[in-house]
C-alpha cells in the first residue's frame, strides 16, 4: 500500500459516510453509539459532517479509500440540540426500533445528558472520534489527523479541547498523552462504566 495518504476535508461522499460510520462500529464496538448499528451512525455522521459546530477530515489512501477519520466538535450539547431538531423524523425511524430495552433508553439519555453533566472546568471543545483502519496504523496517520483538527480549533477559537476515552482504551490513552494532553480526571458516562 504504496504512496502518501492525503487529509481531506471536502464534504464526505454517501460512501465516506458509510465507511466512517463503519470504521466508528468495527473500531469503538464498545461505544453506545455503536450498539443502535450502521444506519444511526450513518445519520450520525452525516450530520456532523454538515454541522457548523464540528468538523470531519478524513484520511484518503492513493487508491481512494477512505482508511481513518477524525471528528470534532467545538460544543457537543448544542450539535445534540441541533440534530434532534433537525433531524428527529429521520433519527425517531432509525432509533425507535434500537431503543427498545430499557438499559439502551437509560443509555441513551446518560449519553444526550452527558455533555452538560461533565465536571466543571472542562472545555465545551471535543474531540468525538478518531479511528484508522488496522492495515493502516503506525504510519503518523492518526497524528495527522488530530493535528488537521487541532488546526481547525485553534482557528474557530478553541483554546482547550477534551478528549473523553473509556479506562479499557488504553492505546487511545498512550497516543493523546503522547500527543500532549495530559488526563485531567475521571468520568462516568454510562453507569457502571468507567
Known amino acids: 500500500q504504496p504512496g502518501p495518504v492525503r487529509i481531506s476535508d471536502t464534504p464526505l461522499t454517501r460512501q465516506q459516510i458509510a465507511t466512517v460510520a463503519r470504521m466508528h462500529r468495527e473500531g469503538v464496538s464498545e461505544g ?3 450498539t443502535l448499528g450502521e444506519p444511526a451512525l450513518r445519520l450520525f ?3 456532523v459532517a454538515t454541522s457548523r459546530h464540528c468538523k470531519v477530515f478524513v484520511a484518503v489512501a ?3 479509500e477512505t482508511v481513518g477519520y477524525i471528528a470534532g466538535c467545538r460544543d457537543t450539547s448544542a450539535l445534540f440540540r441541533e440534530f434532534a431538531l433537525k433531524r428527529w423524523p429521520s433519527a425517531a425511524r432509525v432509533l425507535l426500533p434500537r431503543l427498545l430495552s430499557p438499559a439502551r433508553i437509560r443509555r441513551a439519555a446518560e449519553t444526550l445528558r452527558y455533555p452538560s ?3 466543571a472546568g472542562l472545555p ?3 474531540v468525538i472520534n478518531i479511528v484508522v483502519q488496522p492495515a493502516w496504523r503506525g504510519r503518523g496517520i492518526a497524528e495527522r489527523l ?3 483538527l487541532m488546526e481547525w480549533f485553534g ?3 478553541e483554546t482547550a479541547v477534551k478528549a473523553v476515552s473509556g479506562d479499557q482504551l488504553t492505546d487511545a490513552h498512550r497516543f493523546y498523552e503522547k500527543s500532549g494532553a495530559r ?3 475521571h468520568t462516568s458516562l454510562h453507569r457502571g462504566v468507567g
Do not use: I, T
Open 117 to 119: 453533566s461533565a465536571p
Open 124 to 126: 465545551k471543545a471535543e
Open 183 to 185: 488526563l485531567e480526571g
Open 62 to 64: 492513493p487508491s481512494g
Open 45 to 47: 455522521y452525516r450530520h
Open 32 to 34: 453506545f453509539l455503536s
Open 155 to 157: 482557528d474557530q477559537g
Open 146 to 148: 488530530l493535528g488537521r
